[in-house]
């Protein structure tokens, strides 16, 4: 049996320490909330040269999925990346390449560097930055202005836009061809070029 004093002793030594490891808990709990209460980065064209090479993993920014082909009957990443490096756009302009079977498998589905780093692509016009800055690069090898893609690469490609879309939170009207990308200066103008190529629907 305690006595009063012991009580009173006892009762003060467990207030000092919950006084202690209160705030401590408490403080810990919240920790998660300050972080997540910090300013989201806008991704403008006034901080423009503090993100546009610079876009972390876990960049969300992404607004469009940009659908092109190769216009070549063969391609790889690894050829791409060579040819778009001797034409001045810093390696491969897309973050993703889809294979043919000719250069790499059938449906084989690469990212690319840029894809990795999460930084801008260079896969279409300048009059179009806004989807090079903010627009998902897909390539499929092949001339669909010719040929139809493989049942592999459509089924590849069906797949990838579906993960992107939940991922990454793209809407399906900012989905596109290369050819119905709009120039950035509301002229209504479209980019000139017959990509990704009439053989493939891109309504599909
Ligand atoms: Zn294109």
């Known amino acids: 049996m305690f006595t009063r004093i012991e009580y009173d002793r006892y009762m003060k030594s467990k207030r000092l320490l919950l006084s202690i490891l209160l705030p401590v808990y408490v403080?810990?709990?919240?920790?998660?909330?300050?972080?997540?209460?910090?300013?989201?980065?806008?991704?403008?064209?006034?901080n423009y040269d503090n993100w546009y090479y610079k876009k972390?993993?876990?960049y969300k920014g992404w607004k469009y999925i940009v659908i092109h082909h190769s216009a070549t009957s063969a391609g790889s990443v690894k050829a791409f990346h060579k040819f778009h490096t001797q034409q001045g756009y810093g390696g491969i302009a897309y973050h993703f390449v889809i294979g043919n079977g000719n250069?790499?498998?059938d449906g084989e589905v690469k990212e690319t560097f840029r894809w990795e780093q999460q930084i801008s692509?260079?896969?279409?016009?300048?009059?179009?930055?806004?989807?090079?800055?903010?627009g998902?690069?897909?390539?499929?090898?092949?001339n669909l202005e010719k040929s139809p893609p493989t049942k592999s690469q459509i089924t590849?490609?069906?797949?990838?836009?579906?993960?992107?879309?939940?991922?990454?939170?793209?809407?399906s009207q900012n989905i596109l061809g290369h050819r119905h990308v709009k120039y950035d200066d509301a002229s209504d103008?479209?980019?000139?070029t017959v990509c990704p190529g009439k053989k493939l629907d891109i309504d599909k």
């Open 156 to 171: 590849a490609l069906n797949n990838l836009i579906a993960r992107l879309k939940t991922t990454q939170n793209i809407r």
């Open 27 to 46: 403080y810990t709990l919240a920790l998660p909330n300050f972080s997540h209460g910090a300013e989201p980065i806008v991704y403008s064209w006034d």
């Open 103 to 105: 250069g790499m498998k």
């Open 121 to 134: 692509g260079t896969h279409v016009s300048v009059n179009s930055w806004e989807y090079n800055v903010f």
């Open 189 to 192: 103008k479209k980019e000139q």
């Open 136 to 142: 998902i690069g897909i390539c499929l090898v092949g």
């Open 56 to 58: 972390s993993v876990s």
